[in-house]
């Protein structure tokens, strides 16, 4: 289609400076066309460019039947409470002199109020402030060992931990995810770490904290008091935030990939056996993130500095 539109305009370009030199009668005599549609196009031509010719769009600007904005502002208004139920939406309208049919209401919300909405419902993402030395936040989560790798049926737990700086991971695997296993974890956790850990995150997960119990006072958990013995800082991501523990999620759909599919378990202790040999493993794979360093070579590097 836009080869004939540009055919056409570079046509008339010549039939236009044919005319210049020979007169219109000559070049409507020429190239067919009539002296009128000549002149008409020497009127829109600048001189220079075909792309001048190129006919406009006859298309009006308003259809003079569209809605008005008073109508479009009180579906606005009325949208969110209907929502998805657009047949209520219109009784509801036309129960106040919405005189429009149900196919007009329907094709107004899809071409103006959704996008309004999600144009004024959008947020600009607070930056992520980055971890600048190893133990400075550490990500931690739990995540379901996938039964289709467990031989006897059974549940496990598997507790991971990711420090922000230096992507240095750390796992174990367990029968619960309680209070109790969270508290174990962090032990192990604080043992098997190279560097002191100064703060830890998690998500708000019964396992980790009381916070869904009681939202006004919440009684401190047992992992909760073991941090605030040990003088860690302890910081919750907010509820239905899961990207602000992104690197320890992320983290778990790789050992999905890389541990899981590729593994069967008879029991615990052989599941712990296995895992705790893919967590050296894992701290030697070269990360993008990391400028293709591994986790190991990162600590190197931040513990020569230090």
């Not at 790798?149 to 991971?169: H, L, S």
């Not at 778990?252 to 599919?261: A, I, S, V």
Request: aromatic share 12%; net charge positive; with cysteine.
């Amino acid at each position: 289609m836009n080869n004939i539109i540009t055919s056409e305009a570079k046509f008339r370009q010549r039939v236009i400076k044919y005319s210049y030199k020979h007169g219109v009668t000559k070049a409507s005599r020429i190239f067919h066309r009539s002296r009128n549609a000549i002149y008409e196009w020497r009127k829109k031509y600048d001189g220079k460019s075909w792309k001048s010719l190129v006919d406009k769009s006859h298309r009006p600007h308003h259809h003079p039947n569209e809605h008005t904005q008073a109508e479009k502002d009180m579906i606005l208004k009325r949208y969110p409470y209907y929502k998805g139920d657009l047949i209520m939406l219109w009784d509801s309208l036309r129960k106040d002199g919405y005189t429009r049919s149900y196919t007009s209401l329907v094709r107004v919300v899809r071409k103006w109020i959704k996008p309004e909405i999600k144009k004024k419902s959008k947020k600009a993402l607070k930056p992520y402030k980055r971890a600048d030395y190893p133990g400075q936040k550490v990500q931690v989560d739990v995540k379901f060992v996938p039964s289709y790798c467990v031989v006897n049926g059974q549940k496990y737990y598997q507790y991971t931990a990711v420090d922000e700086c230096t992507r240095w991971t750390y796992r174990e695997m367990y029968e619960e995810h309680s209070t109790y296993s969270s508290t174990d974890f962090l032990m192990k956790l604080i043992k098997a770490a190279p560097f002191a850990i100064r703060e830890i995150q998690t998500d708000n997960g019964a396992e980790f904290t009381n916070a869904n119990v009681d939202r006004i006072n919440p009684p401190l958990s047992m992992f909760e008091k073991t941090l605030e013995k040990l003088g860690i800082i302890y910081h919750r991501i907010r509820v239905a935030t899961p990207r602000h523990n992104g690197k320890v999620e992320r983290q778990h759909r790789c050992d999905e990939l890389r541990f899981y599919k590729k593994m069967k378990m008879y029991n615990l202790e052989d599941g712990r056996k296995q895992l705790e040999k893919y967590n050296k493993k894992s701290n030697n794979i070269p990360k993008i993130c990391l400028g293709f360093l591994t986790p190991n070579e990162m600590m190197k590097k931040y513990l020569y500095v230090m």
